[in-house]
């Protein structure tokens, strides 16, 4: 008891993180406790649970803005020493990232609420990170060396979800032929990470809120209660605030959650990480794919550079790794996926149909430049199937191409070997 009234006559000097952080230490202890009877650790642990809820009220915008105010303000330190600073306090990042002022304010929330106990809400659109994210709290924690469980909260069915969460016993239900760990249960002293967090049914996050109070779970089919101790780490890609106001998300859970709360900015808005990514995945799909790393076009890196990625940084990596299977030792705008290829001006179309003096003009210099590209492309190539009379392979060989690269281009000019093959002497009539 002791204990509990020092931390709260102290909790008026700390910040409010710093209050939270110590109310997770108290119980914690208490938890553990050996030389207090059951009943007095419950009421203790009842009356930190209600300072917790009183602090998890207070808006997060209030929380944190007093939180801020302790610390030394780095509004005005520039992006690439803010990133050399990370580095050099040896923060753990797996992968790259660059200046973005955005992603520099969540790297340094990450490691601020690595070492604590806290819980962690992450957002932001999909492909931006998250989980990856998850990772770099993970390793820069104290339980770096215990374990890291991922569950996708939106994969599992609702009538599966608490048996994959907590375990179940032998003969729990039809098909439980064994006792089954838990997720939360093989977490235990490690981290838990919950993705797409958002389409947890609402059942569900009852039953999630309710460990995060006692953490504590049961087995299905078991009435014994198993203490856990997981931190947690979720994440979305939904506006939980808005689900809470639709009541498809419980605010209580939110607050719960979001204790501290990063907000992750999509590719699009991290320019200058883009050609950092293309080394990056570029080299791990080489690896990957027991080849040299593959080398872009001119204009294929240009496309690549101004490509607005909706699918962020996932959907980069995703067209890495398929440019470098598809291509020979350079890849082109052929071998982008069809979907986000660049189509060829109209006017380019109509000048290779007709190759009418009047057709329409290129609407900018860069359609000028690429039509005449184009056009010098198709060409080579036509001249270079007569010469080896449509043979699609030799033609590779001469050109020192791979053959698929060869066939996705014919493809794209509308040219079809068989055209350019040389009539066979030996089939013809003779007179």
Avoid at 268 to 290: N, Q, S, V
Avoid at 333 to 347: C, F, G, Q
Wanted: hydrophobic share 40%.
């Amino acid at each position: 008891m002791k204990i509990f009234n020092r931390t709260l006559q102290g909790s008026s000097a700390i910040s409010y993180a710093g209050l939270l952080e110590k109310i997770e230490i108290l119980r914690s202890t208490l938890r553990w406790a050996s030389k207090l009877e059951r009943p007095e650790i419950e009421k203790l642990l009842r009356q930190s649970n209600a300072l917790r809820d009183e602090v998890m009220q207070l808006s997060h915008k209030e929380r944190f803005v007093k939180a801020a105010a302790a610390e030394s303000p780095v509004a005005d330190q520039p992006a690439g020493e803010r990133r050399q600073a990370l580095r050099e306090r040896s923060f753990i990042f797996e992968g790259t990232f660059g200046d973005n002022p955005q992603l520099l304010d969540a790297l340094e929330v990450a490691e601020k609420a690595a070492p604590t106990d806290l819980p962690v809400l992450i957002d932001g659109e999909s492909g931006t990170g998250k989980e990856l994210m998850a990772k770099v709290i993970h390793a820069n924690g104290s339980r770096a060396d215990k374990p890291y469980i991922s569950v996708n909260c939106g994969a599992i069915p609702d009538n599966l979800l608490e048996s994959e969460l907590f375990g179940h016993k032998k003969g729990a239900f039809t098909g439980a032929s064994n006792d089954r760990k838990g997720k939360f249960e093989s977490a235990h002293r490690g981290t838990i990470f919950l993705d797409e967090i958002g389409e947890l049914p609402l059942p569900g996050q009852v039953k999630l809120l309710r460990v995060l109070e006692s953490h504590e779970i049961q087995r299905v089919g078991s009435d014994e209660p198993m203490v856990v101790d997981a931190r947690i780490v979720a994440a979305t890609n939904k506006d939980l605030r808005r689900l809470s106001a639709e009541g498809t998300f419980r605010e209580d859970l939110f607050y719960r959650l979001s204790v501290i709360h990063v907000t992750l900015p999509p590719l699009r808005d991290r320019k200058d990480e883009i050609p950092l990514l293309f080394a990056y995945f570029g080299d791990e799909a080489a690896e990957t794919l027991k080849r040299r790393p593959i080398k872009m076009t001119p204009r294929l890196r240009d496309f690549l550079l101004n490509y607005a990625y909706p699918g962020n940084i996932r959907e980069l990596r995703n067209i890495i790794y398929r440019i470098s299977c598809l291509a020979g030792d350079t890849a082109d705008l052929a071998h982008l996926p069809e979907d986000i290829r660049p189509k060829p001006p109209a006017s380019m179309l109509r000048n290779a149909a007709s190759g009418a003096a009047g057709a329409s003009i290129p609407a900018s210099l860069s359609d000028a430049k690429r039509a005449a590209s184009d056009e010098a492309e198709r060409a080579f190539l036509e001249r270079g199937l007569k010469e080896v009379g449509g043979t699609v392979a030799e033609l590779a060989r001469r050109c020192d191409m791979n053959r698929s690269h060869l066939q996705m281009l014919l493809k794209k000019h509308g040219i079809h070997s068989k055209d350019f093959r040389h009539p066979n002497p030996s089939k013809e009539s003779t007179v």
